[in-house]
């Protein structure tokens, strides 16, 4: 198996084992030098000359490339912008637009929850009589109806790392005549995606997992070549125009995937970005998906063999899991705060879930040893049964 | 008059006359040091603690506040996130859903274009019979009539620089029943702003520009207090629900301003923001504004005097004019560039609109004396007729 560990590429504390990348990645060690430049260079020495002269305007798209290049997605069809969020109700509302006639959007319980919460907030806002309508994650493909205008799915569950088949559920979505939107927020950087081989009209997904583009970093969307001049952009905003220094008073969308940008990129996280996305120059995602699975299996393995009182949450079999592990135990809350404070971080979803994120450009089988042996002496300890790491913070 | 001068805060290149700060502020001095210990301290050492341990977390409101003190905006009305296009479909939405009866958004035609196209956007999707409906600035307190669920107004004209009289315009639009949207863009950081005292429901700005927050900082958003927990966010993201890290399946929204936060905050963009505030701490925006006329009418007699070419596109009455000065110039775009040139930065708006921005904070009576000095040598010498300075760039 290729060794695809590049760990003097990232700042990670000495002593610190990190398995929450899938929330938020380390900080590139590149990052630094090059924001100061930014700041000093740019914004300092150029100021308002810098969108031009620094190439700040055209950023959106060439790190959309970049990123496009991880997912399958040719050039040119991928564009950075907004939260996530902000994404959700963009590929949304394209969609259903796309199916005047169908008032049902499809989704599954095991959804991140601010996707079904866009959509919620877009139906309500339309009040027209759309309907989200979430099933099981395993009875997603059945039930696609040809009353269903969009399925809106993110491809890994945040929870227990359950993997959809993207072709398998695109090709369902299609033989009903429904719009697929994917949300790669747990794909991109973690396996191999190929968007425009799963034919899939739109996908999203955020910056900060595992393209490590830092807290906040912008996120993307993709759609498909040939419907990226028909999409209409409900978030019309300037810089999606097809011309927007005319200051003209009518929207005219944009050439393509520019059109999905929406107000004034930021520049310091798209530039933290930019430097991030140089970890993945010349990785084969294929090689960083055969190492992830091999330091889950590893891991699964030894925590079951040490670790009684956990019981596995995710998928046994690796083809089906993402880049994450997840563990149900009744004081999982407790537990991952003593890990923590123990120098092991994962974290913490609701109501019980220890969830570990697996990355193997900066995380080795060395690590996955040393993290279960702490796990191990927390779990022995009863660490968890500690009054200071009972107490919930607002941020888990 | 009192000087609000503080040159030493800013980082400003040598030689360099910038009055375009009502596009991008100057970088603060304080700015690289601050993010360099964000990078090494927060994001490098505490990685996902950051959200609690640094304070992440809790940055829109805090940053808001600061804001908010900017514009009349009592504490915890004012959040900031997204952009401002974003925050222009987020109050128009919610806006509209107030007067549920009523079909018209009434704006001028010398608003920003994004305001419009984001309107237009909303419309399209809604797809329930709304009207946008542009009247020339002067006209907005007559054309405000019963079916106004909205008035949605930029406070300053980002061309001319003409200032609406926010009391009397808002309280014209309340007198038909209209909720009252204004945006600050232009304004917050500008000119004394009292947006409690307007009684106006809904307010939006933007913080690169006389805040000085850098190249796509956040947006803000104020709620008059009184309707924070009525208003229905269309954009209903997680970091607005009542108990995001609950990860319920339906959407509650959150206390007050909390609930116009959507998606992740961009923390690299936010500190910078935060930094860039404590310019203000001791600033009284009374103050600000007397010395932004002082260099304003400075600016507009020795033009007149010296550079007959221009002609005065704003009005020339201070007091319903906001921080900037523009000229007509049938060679505007030219004669920018090479005054560009020439180290004294202003910019050009289509068609034919020299634009200069007055940011008391770093301009002083010398700096407006010298860049007049300059424009008389481009004029004189007619460098605008200089193919080199005619070739258009995209950002002007």
Not at 241 to 257: E, M, Q, S, V, W
Not at 258 to 280: F, H, I, K, S, Y
Not at 309 to 331: C, I, M, N
Request: hydrophobic residues 45%; aromatic residues 8%.
């Amino acid at each position: 198996m290729a060794d695809v560990t590049r760990k003097d590429l990232f700042n990670l504390p000495e002593g610190l084992i990190y398995l929450d990348g899938n929330s938020l990645g380390p900080m590139p060690c590149a990052v630094p030098a090059r924001i100061a430049d930014m700041l000093d260079a740019e914004w300092g020495g150029l100021l308002i000359k810098g969108w031009n002269a620094a190439g700040w305007m055209d950023q959106p798209a060439r790190v959309g490339d970049l990123v496009g290049r991880l997912i399958g997605a040719p050039a040119g069809t991928t564009v950075l912008g907004d939260t996530l969020s902000i994404k959700v109700y963009q590929a949304v509302a394209a969609a259903i637009k796309l199916r005047p006639g169908r008032r049902v959007i499809l989704s599954d319980t095991g959804n991140f929850p601010t996707d079904l919460y866009m959509v919620e907030g877009l139906i309500k806002t339309l009040d027209q009589g759309y309907e989200l309508r979430t099933v099981a994650p395993e009875a997603v493909a059945e039930a696609i109806t040809g009353d269903v205008a969009a399925v809106m799915l993110t491809h890994v569950d945040y929870r227990t790392g359950r993997m959809h088949d993207m072709n398998a559920v695109t090709a369902a979505a299609h033989d009903k005549g429904a719009v697929m939107i994917w949300d790669l927020a747990h794909s991109a950087g973690a396996l191999p995606v190929d968007m425009a081989g799963s034919n899939a009209e739109i996908a999203i997904g955020c910056t900060y997992k595992y393209l490590n583009g830092g807290p906040g970093a912008p996120a993307f969307i993709y759609v498909r070549a040939d419907l990226a001049d028909t999409v209409e952009p409900a978030l019309s905003g300037w810089l999606g125009h097809r011309a927007p220094f005319d200051f003209t008073l009518n929207y005219k969308p944009g050439a393509g995937i520019e059109r999905m940008r929406v107000g004034t990129p930021p520049v310091l996280q798209m530039t933290a970005l930019e430097v991030a996305m140089q970890a993945w120059e010349d990785v084969d995602m294929h090689e960083v998906r055969a190492a992830s699975l091999a330091l889950q299996e590893q891991f699964i393995e030894e925590v079951e063999a040490r670790v009684p009182d956990l019981t596995l949450a995710s998928p046994r079999d690796g083809a089906v899991r993402g880049s994450q592990v997840s563990f149900e135990f009744e004081h999982g809350y407790a537990a991952m705060q003593a890990l923590i404070h123990h120098d092991v971080i994962g974290d913490f979803r609701a109501p019980n879930i220890m969830r570990f994120g697996f990355t193997p450009l900066y995380l080795d089988a060395g690590d996955v040893t040393e993290a279960v042996d702490r796990l191990v002496k927390v779990m022995d300890g009863r660490l968890w049964d500690t009054p200071e790491f009972q107490t919930k913070s607002r941020v888990t």
